[in-house]
């Protein structure tokens, strides 16, 4: 089954943004077997619209439009695709009430041009929005399959994931089994070069590994004809790279580091507070992402200022004067600080130089201390990070989520 | 003069990387007044990147292709390029020198197969890459310009910039002019149908909204002879825009709301401090992502627990009983115990119910209070927000941005 992508948009054509929903997609389709041989980005134009449309049908079986089902007149995906499969647009009285009710919610009055985006083919299979306003759907005419999604990312994936790839799944018939390790200590190539001949192999399953912004993905892939076949042919491959770089994996379900730990920590009802300076909350951010962490989350300060870190962790003004905010000893009694005043088991510190300005020779942009102190022991990290101000505080923080992790592990 | 743009690599269609050549090339195209009409994604297969090269020829009059130059058997750009061109590859010795310099200086062996990319079209106009192997090179005939440029961004972008921009200004002599506004608080359709006669129009200057997360972007652009011609369009146009909808702008630099909030904290001189409860440390990771806000912001709490707000901030455990944690009345405790102890100009307190769980028909998820205490007043915002646990908790702080971005306004 081949499949073509189409990303209807000016903005993408100005270079606006980046073409996120292309890359999703295809990664999609390439795990469902589906192959893409072309992407085309095309703007709101109706004759352009027509002629990509008509030549991604003549090329493929499926084409997944993405983009320009908002409200305004300028959006004339849905009414193209409509035209070329000779559908009309009916009136979708469910969706009209989903966008009805997504007003309320947001507490605003529905601009009349809204109505245009419950307006739908008459034989389309319609697919909810609980993420926005613009329902997507899929239209089968003629051994052809238009599938027609909205833009904005937050909107499309979900939407892809709960109703196009079940859709797909069993369009298909075959399956693509993936297994998904994270791993986190060790780079991409090295990685490359420790499972060299499983991955050079490429029989059923393959591996391949993935470079993450912190971290290294990598994914397991069996052709197959149900989950127990797939689950059979992974296994020994997935025993086998377990027995080469296990260390570094810290989930094999593809989960977030942060999420990883978030659910260790629930599940061991260790509970964890964080004093962050350079992160400034990040951590602690990132620790409630993850629904029902207030079992083990309390609380968190943020000590940007030295006087905030002597108030809130009683650091010594003496520690402080020695040896710096961003050193090894503030990292400890940072830790220990916010640790002895939330009353957790885990207490996190996080201080560093987080750049761009700041650096000194002797302690450079990059050098960033996590202390974390379990009970009785405080480790320190000390970190040389590389990228710029954001890359260095995400990094910082992934690094204190691994070094507990693996203090989890041991417990 | 049309271009269009031709990314060749078979890890774009299987989704393993983002398309950022095309964006960072579009950006470049559009502001140099060159339209783009369509991009196209292809593998690295002879058959369907002669299809696709033929194609863009037929449509456009530019056509810049990236990717596909390296010395592999799979990289066929240059090739087809040739081939359909009528080109044939010679040995370019210059090229062929640095790519043998390059290795010399990265301290390795030059592979064989390297020589292949200093084989070059005849006629064409060679590209000097000095971050890479792969030169680019332009194609001139009949009419119709082909451009080749290495895949890696880091190679890409100095060769566009420093060769084939000045060739691409000589050639047009036009330029595009852009100014990007944001706004918040006013949805994308809601603007469009206020601004609906300057969208319509379609003129020199143009207008077009672009939906954002938690707000709009609105872009201005001229077709211009130089960048003061371009600013005499745009200035009455903006004016105009100011006149109707001035009240929702907050950036005329396209610059996030956060960071306009910051910037202009520190200009003022206006100390800031934060209690968060759902948001976790989000608004204050916010403040700390721009540099220089040390000046601004010394401390913030995370309060997740009725006893962290109880501690840090001094909320009133009769109005945790009587109001619940997520009511107007402890979202203002909150903000006023934050300025307390953090002794700022500012409190912001956030309380609310970001979901999945955990909502009520009376509270339900989406509902957040965000208090800002500006000495003696207390402003408290009922928000209803939609969308994911993520969403909702970045609307929050956005939300919050806003308010004291407005009040900043005032003082």
Do not use: W
Not at 70 to 87: N, Q, R, S
Not at 259 to 275: F, G, R, Y
Not at 292 to 306: D, K, L, M, P, R
Not at 320 to 325: D, K, P, Q, S, T
């Amino acid at each position: 089954m081949k499949a073509e992508l189409l990303s209807v948009g000016t903005e993408l054509l100005l270079g606006e943004i980046l073409n996120t929903d292309a890359k999703f997609l295809a990664e999609e389709l390439s795990m469902l077997g589906i192959s893409v041989y072309y992407q085309t980005v095309v703007g709101d134009n109706k004759k352009r619209l027509t002629d990509a449309l008509e030549l991604a049908l003549s090329r493929a079986d499926i084409v997944i439009a993405s983009g320009g089902l908002g409200p305004t007149p300028d959006d004339l995906t849905k009414e193209v695709i409509a035209e070329a499969m000779g559908e009309t647009l009916v009136l979708h009285e469910e969706s009209m009430r989903a966008i009805e009710a997504y007003y309320q919610r947001v507490n605003r009055e529905m601009p009349e041009s809204n109505k245009k985006q419950a307006m739908l083919p008459e034989h389309g299979i319609v697919l909810a929005n609980p993420n926005g306003t613009a329902p997507g759907c899929i239209i089968e005419k003629n051994g052809k399959t238009v599938i027609m999604l909205p833009g904005p990312p937050r909107e499309l994936e979900p939407m892809f994931i709960d109703s196009v790839r079940p859709y797909l799944l069993q369009k298909s018939g075959k399956l693509l089994l993936s297994k998904n390790l994270r791993l986190f200590g060790i780079g991409e190539s090295k990685l490359a070069e420790m499972l060299q001949d499983l991955i050079a192999k490429n029989e059923n399953p393959t591996v391949a590994p993935y470079a993450e912004t912190a971290g290294v993905r990598l994914r397991i892939t069996a052709s197959c004809r149900d989950a127990s076949e797939g689950e059979e042919l992974i296994r020994p491959v997935l025993e086998h790279i377990k027995s080469l770089v296990g260390a570094y994996i810290y989930s094999e379900e593809d989960k977030p580091l942060s999420q990883t730990v978030a659910e260790c920590l629930i599940a061991k009802n260790i509970t964890i507070a964080a004093a962050e300076s350079c992160t400034g909350g990040m951590f602690s951010k990132m620790i409630v992402d993850y629904p029902g962490t207030s079992a083990i989350f309390s609380e968190s300060v943020v000590t940007y200022s030295n006087e905030a870190k002597q108030k809130y962790l009683g650091v010594r003004e003496e520690t402080l004067a020695r040896f710096g905010a961003v050193s090894r000893e503030t990292a400890t009694e940072m830790a220990q600080g916010i640790r002895r005043a939330a009353g957790s088991d885990i207490g996190v510190g996080i201080t560093g130089i987080a750049g761009p300005d700041g650096g000194t020779a002797e302690k450079p942009v990059g050098l960033v201390y996590v202390g974390i102190c379990f009970g009785e022991k405080t480790d320190v990290l000390e970190l040389h990070l590389t990228g710029n101000r954001e890359k260095v505080r995400y990094t910082a923080c992934q690094n204190a989520f691994f070094r507990i992790y693996q203090h989890l592990c041991d417990c």
